[in-house]
Structures are given as C-alpha cells and as structure tokens.
C-alpha cells in the first residue's frame, strides 16, 4: 500500500505569491493533520481534518487555510507568502480524529518551500 | 500550555553504546506519547508508541521507551546503537482532550561514531 504522499516535493516561491500543497492521505485513513518543520526545530501543528471537516487548527495566521475532498486528500494554501514561510510542510493521515487513543499517525516526506 | 521538552539537543555515542534521550511532557490527562525518528533526507518514521497498559513498549529497530507517570516522562533508549542510528528522534504527545493536534518537542540529534 502506498503511504502518505505529497505534492511537490519542493518548490520556491516568492515573497506576496501563493501557494498550494497536496496531500494523499494512506487508502482507508479519513483524518489528515498539516505541520510546518521549520529547519531545527519540531513540527508545528497547522490544521488537522477529519470527514471533510476542520477539526483543529494551530496558531497560524489567518493566511493559512486548507481543504479536505471528498476522497480524503487535503490541500493546504498559504496567501501572502513571507520569508518566515520557508519551512518543509508535512501532511499526517490516521484512521480516525487524532483525539482518539491508539490511533496511530503516519508522515508524508513533505513539501519543502522555500520562499525567497 | 501543553508541551513536551526533549532535555538534549545533540548527542554524540561510540557504537555499541548505550543511549537513553529524555523527554517530558507538560500535562495532567490521559496523553499518548509518540517517538518518531528522521533519517537524514527522509521523513519522519514511527518508531514507537504508547497508548495504555504496559509503560514499557517495545518499538522497531531494538528501541524502547518507558512511560513513567509520576515523572511525565517517555524516555527513549537502546541498550547498542550502531553507525546507522544517526538521525534526529522527536518525541510527541496528544492530549486526548486536546484540539488534535500532536504537540512536538523540539527533536534530539544523534550522531553515532563509527
């Protein structure tokens, strides 16, 4: 089975663009999370959803937002790029809401941006 | 707040050593704990988890990690780390009443002399 992937796998950008990110979550997982890993540092808590809706978010900027489709993949869009976006963006995918004990999550290799 | 601290930033052993990174956890509730590691250029990888029952789990790779209540902590150790061990170890926590999200200490980097 294929694990979690994510689309690109790295892109540059520049200051005041968009961007968009893709992720797959693992086939029968209906929960997926988005981190932020700035280099040297743990990753970040974006938004997580679970059956289309958003059930958590972070302490991000408004600029941030995301989606998930009906097949359970997610995009995450941040407007407004700013050079402090420079981060590698990692999706997650579990069965069920992370809030339930035992369920286990599974990384992506992620999205490297870079924003210059 | 919730939060986790992992007590080393970098870390240096000899192989055949023994190692133990620590980590705490900031939180009075019911709380799974996670050990991811990440290879050099790859991504992050489970490596153990707790949920419940016995504090000592047993994850891939030879590692363990002791869940010890009273102290909040989640320990990670392997009593022989080899060259390959190299690469950066998080420890993470879900508080079950949390918003969902994973909360991440801030990553331990081994390096393993060969």
């Known amino acids: 089975d294929a694990g979690v992937t994510q689309s690109p796998t790295h892109l540059i950008k520049t200051r005041g663009q968009q961007v968009t990110l893709r992720c797959s979550p693992i086939?029968?997982?209906?929960?997926v999370s988005w981190y932020q890993q700035v280099l040297g540092q743990g990753p970040q808590f974006i938004f997580q959803y679970y059956e289309k809706e958003e059930r958590g978010r972070g302490n991000f900027p408004d600029r941030f937002s995301a989606r998930q489709f009906p097949n359970y993949s997610s995009e995450l869009n941040v407007n407004a790029l700013l050079l402090g976006d420079s981060a590698l963006y990692l999706c997650a995918s579990s069965q069920t809401g992370t809030g339930v004990s035992g369920n286990t999550i599974y990384f992506g290799e992620g999205s490297w941006l870079t924003v210059v | 707040a919730q939060s986790v601290s992992q007590h080393n930033h970098h870390v240096i052993l000899s192989e055949a050593a023994s190692l133990e990174l620590g980590c705490n956890y900031s939180y009075g509730g019911t709380v799974n704990l996670f050990w991811y590691v990440q290879y050099p250029g790859q991504h992050l990888q489970l490596l153990l988890k707790y949920f419940s029952g016995d504090p000592l789990v047993k994850g891939i790779k030879g590692f363990e990690a002791e869940f010890i209540k009273s102290k909040f902590s989640f320990n990670l150790r392997k009593p022989s780390v080899q060259w390959s061990d190299t690469a950066e170890y998080f420890c993470?926590?879900?508080?079950?009443?949390?918003?969902?999200?994973?909360?991440w200490g801030a990553g331990t980097k081994l390096i393993i002399k060969p």
């Open positions: 993470a926590a879900l508080a079950l009443d949390s918003n969902y999200q994973l909360i």
């Open positions: 086939s029968g997982h209906k929960s």
